[in-house]
T-cell receptor, first 110, second 110 residues
Framework: NAGVTQTPKFQVLKTGQSMTLQCAQDMNHEYMSWYRQDPGMGLRLIHYSVGAGITDQGEVPNGYNVSRSTTEDFPLRLLSAAPSQTSVYFC?????????FGSGTRLTVV | SQELEQSPQSLIVQEGKNLTINCTSSKTLYGLYWYKQKYGEGLIFLMMLQKGGEEKSHEKITAKLDEKKQQSSLHITASQPSHAGIYLCGAETGANNLFFGTGTRLTVIP
């Protein structure tokens, strides 16, 4: 099925652990982005990419790294997880008809 | 920086009633998106508005962008339990990314 696939759907981490949230799309879209959603805050942009090899920071980039080696994949890395990074993370692609979001990864850092 | 204010923050209506959700921007809107989100799920695209005075409808949902392009409204006619969820408005930032409002939580009582 065409779309944006995020894995895992749920994750619990201990403070200081590292992990990678995966995002894959099969629509050949150049633009991809990561958002986090917190209660009462809406979605906030973490990082985005305008194409393979090009990434840039969004509104809340601290504590996160990204890379874009292929058009299809845009992983989000947490090098040392903190409780403040407990959130729901959404990946999105941009196309001529708008934005398509993945189903999200719910991350809890204890 | 841009601000998007949604009102009301939450709404409880009886099934069959009409309702309106507003999204007000501190800056001119060049692309305004409406999404719906159910708990634990991703964002479902509803509508995109770009032109001042534009109005779009899909099933029982109508969205409008005012002439000055600083406010959008989402109107649901004859609400149903299936309309329940969180409604988010998002504005394009000019870099193929969205800046979101904080959301409106809609509950429809059967």
């Amino acid at each position: 099925n065409a779309g944006v696939t995020q894995t895992p759907k749920f994750q619990v981490l201990k403070t200081g652990q590292s992990m990678t949230l995966q995002c894959a799309q099969d629509m050949n879209h150049e633009y991809m982005s990561w958002y986090r959603q917190d209660p009462g805050m809406g979605l906030r942009l973490i990082h985005y990419s305008v194409g393979a090899g090009i990434t840039d920071q969004g509104e809340v980039p601290n504590g996160y790294n990204v890379s874009r080696s292929t058009t299809e994949d845009f992983p989000l890395r947490l090098l040392s997880a903190a409780p403040s990074q407990t959130s729901v993370y959404f990946c999105a692609t941009v196309h001529s008809f708008g934005y398509t979001f993945g189903s999200g990864t719910r991350l809890t850092v204890v | 920086s841009q601000e998007l204010e949604q009102s009301p923050q939450s709404l409880i209506v009886q099934e069959g009633k009409n309702l309106t959700i507003n999204c007000t921007s501190s800056k001119t809107l060049y692309g305004l998106y409406w999404y719906k989100q159910k708990y634990g799920e991703g964002l479902i695209f509803l509508m995109m508005l770009q032109k001042g005075g534009e109005e779009k409808s899909h099933e029982k949902i109508t969205a409008k962008l005012d002439e000055k392009k600083q406010q959008s409204s989402l109107h649901i006619t004859a609400s149903q339990p299936s309309h329940a969820g969180i409604y988010l408005c998002g504005a394009e930032t000019g870099a193929n990314n969205l800046f979101f409002g904080t959301g409106t939580r809609l509950t429809v009582i059967p």
